[in-house]
């Protein structure tokens, strides 16, 4: 067994530790908390050994191999790093950094002391992304991609009472395009690699983040639409537009009821099985890299998450959304 422990105690951590378990190859010995209670309770009800409130003390321990990061993105880099530069392997949420240029630092990291570091980027791992991959030729030339990931955050309304959350802060990298517009972007990159250009447009809140927005890609020979949003719902489906048909998803975060719809007015089902938790093939995946000595994912690989953070660079930019990260 890979002997992993996890910063962060909230909900996206209890799914992680769902498909970890799953894959028989992921066990959780360590917690770390800024707070011994939430240490303590988190580790007993998940049977973790080991709690630390320090996380210097966390980062040298010998109680685990390697870490998933769950912490605000703007604490990912740095943890990531402190726990790399102690030998441990990294699997970190997306998006992996604030920005592009935390990134290297992470990259140079994990190189120099020869640790794996994976971004936990869901969709491009999940069996329907890679029908997709290997049903694209179906659709003739690809001429349009459009994602649209829009969720009303629960976190939305206390903001309009006057409570700020976490999840609306600059402080901690966040944002609709941060938290799940990167779920449109990621896959895109992973299809068609780096655009030629890009245009953002965006509703900044008044608290300093993008509330929704969308941005338009350029490539050689085809365009490409994402729409994001934690301040409205969307109920319309995905597609990849090709000259022979469409490949249509439904639920873009996690590949749901994937289908080509070809202009002849036939449809063909692409849908291949996938788990119950959209989190089990990052999980296998990062244990499968783990045991093969590999120290970096042929999937979520550092070019392509580099790409995703200087596409969303450039989008803050010309958005003008500027987080504390950006400045250091």
């Known amino acids: 067994m890979i002997r992993f422990g996890v910063i962060g105690t909230n909900w996206i951590t209890e799914k992680f530790l ?3 378990a799953q894959t028989g190859e ?3 010995t360590a917690v770390y908390s800024r707070t011994e ?3 303590s309770q988190f580790a ?4 973790a050994r080991h709690t630390y409130t320090s996380l210097e003390k966390f980062a040298a321990s010998k109680e685990f191999d390697a870490v998933y990061i769950a912490s605000p993105n703007s604490l990912h880099a740095e943890q990531a790093i402190l726990c790399m530069n102690h030998g441990k392997h990294v699997l970190c949420e997306k998006p992996i950094a604030s920005n592009a240029a935390e990134m290297k630092k992470m990259i140079e990291a994990a190189q120099a002391n020869d640790v794996l570091l994976m971004e936990a980027m869901k969709t ?5 992304f890679a029908s997709i991959q290997s049903n694209l030729k179906k659709i003739g030339k690809i001429r349009r991609y459009v994602a649209s990931y829009c969720q009303y955050s629960s976190r939305y309304d206390a903001y309009k009472e006057g409570k700020i959350l976490n999840a609306f802060k600059p402080e901690f990298s966040n944002g609709s395009m941060m938290d799940i517009g990167i779920y449109c972007i990621a ?6 690699g780096k655009p030629n250009s890009i245009q953002a447009t965006a509703h900044l809140l008044e608290s300093g983040v993008d509330g929704e927005g969308s941005i338009l890609f350029q490539y050689d020979e085809h365009d490409a639409i994402v729409m994001f949003s934690k301040i409205t719902d969307s109920y319309i489906p995905s597609e990849i537009q090709g000259e022979a048909g469409s490949i249509v998803i439904e639920k873009f975060s996690t590949m749901e009821n994937v289908r080509i719809q070809y202009r002849t007015g036939e449809s063909e089902n692409i849908n291949v099985e996938q788990n119950e938790n959209s989190m089990y093939d990052e999980a296998k995946e990062f244990a499968a890299l783990i045991r093969s000595g590999k120290r970096e994912s042929t999937i979520n690989t550092f070019e392509n998450s580099l790409i995703v ?3 969303m660079d450039e989008a803050r930019r010309q958005i003008g959304l500027v987080y504390p990260a950006d400045q250091a």
Request: charged share 25%; aromatic share 4%.
């Open 26 to 28: 992921l066990e959780l």
């Open 124 to 128: 491009t791992l999940l069996p329907n």
């Open 44 to 47: 007993e009800k998940h049977g």
């Open 309 to 311: 953070l200087e596409i």
């Open 187 to 192: 896959p895109m990159v992973a299809l068609f």
């Open 37 to 39: 209670d939430r240490a």
């Open 18 to 20: 769902d498909a970890a």
